[in-house]
T-cell receptor, first 113, second 116 residues
Framework: NAGVTQTPKFQVLKTGQSMTLQCAQD?????MSWYRQDPGMGLRLIHY???????DQGEVPNGYNVSRSTTEDFPLRLLSAAPSQTSVYFC????????????FGPGTRLLVL | GDSVTQMEGPVTLSEEAFLTINCTYT??????LFWYVKYPGEGLQLLLK?????DKGSNKGFEATYRKETTSFHLEKGSVQVSDSAVYFC???????????????FGQGTILTVHP
């Protein structure tokens, strides 16, 4: 198993540009989520999904969209990037009944100029 | 709402020193508690966890005990190695709603550097 994979590893955007951060898992996990990590603030939940076709907002959802058309994929879209979205983004997945343990991808570092 | 507070870092130790990273939490109900670790260039990995009061999680020489009376989950290791240099995150998963997934609330992370 590859586990949780994320692409790209690093991206530079200009303000107003759009992009999609990709996340995929091959463990057949139902629960997937996106976090952002900012210096001194730990990780904060952006959006999450409890299964294909079901998504919900986390703590900091503004400026981000998600969809979950398959169990494996959970892309995060930035429609109009802003400098405040400069951060490191982590995707995570969890199996049902997994004792709430989440498995994280390696992260995507995003810089918005 | 739920919150997690970790000791301020960074922490710098010599090899074989004793490590403590403090973590306290605020939550309703009975959360599960976790320590995650991020090594350079890698994703977060679960280090250990505890799901109920007085449980002790342990892994790779690290230990943490779920103390409900002090709402704490301090991470300890008796003898650190250079390879333990990483960022350590304390986290909790809410116990509300009966869901088995939970949403993680993280502390701010503590950078640990171990010198030879």
């Amino acid at each position: 198993n590859a586990g949780v994979t994320q692409t790209p590893k690093f991206q530079v955007l200009k303000t107003g540009q759009s992009m999609t951060l990709q996340c995929a898992q091959d463990m057949n996990h139902e629960y997937m989520s996106w976090y952002r990590q900012d210096p001194g603030m730990g990780l904060r939940l952006i959006h999450y999904s409890v299964g294909a076709g079901i998504t919900d907002q986390g703590e900091v959802p503004n400026g981000y969209n998600v969809s979950r058309s398959t169990t494996e994929d959970f892309p995060l879209r930035l429609l109009s990037a802003a400098p405040s979205q400069t951060s490191v983004y982590f995707c995570a997945s969890s199996p049902p009944g997994g004792g709430k343990t989440q498995y994280f991808g390696p992260g995507t570092r995003l810089l918005v100029l | 709402g739920d919150s997690v507070t970790q000791m301020e870092g960074p922490v710098t130790l010599s090899e074989e020193a004793f490590l403590t990273i403090n973590c306290t939490y605020t939550a309703t109900g009975y959360p599960s508690l976790f320590w995650y670790v991020k090594y350079p260039g890698e994703g977060l990995q679960l280090l250990l966890k505890a799901t109920k009061a007085d449980d002790k999680g342990s892994n790779k020489g690290f230990e943490a005990t779920y103390r409900k009376e002090t709402t704490s989950f301090h991470l300890e290791k008796g003898s650190v190695q250079v390879s333990d240099s990483a960022v350590y995150f304390c986290a909790l998963a809410d116990g509300a709603g009966g869901t088995s997934y939970g949403k993680l609330t993280f502390g701010q992370g503590t950078i640990l550097t171990v010198h030879p």
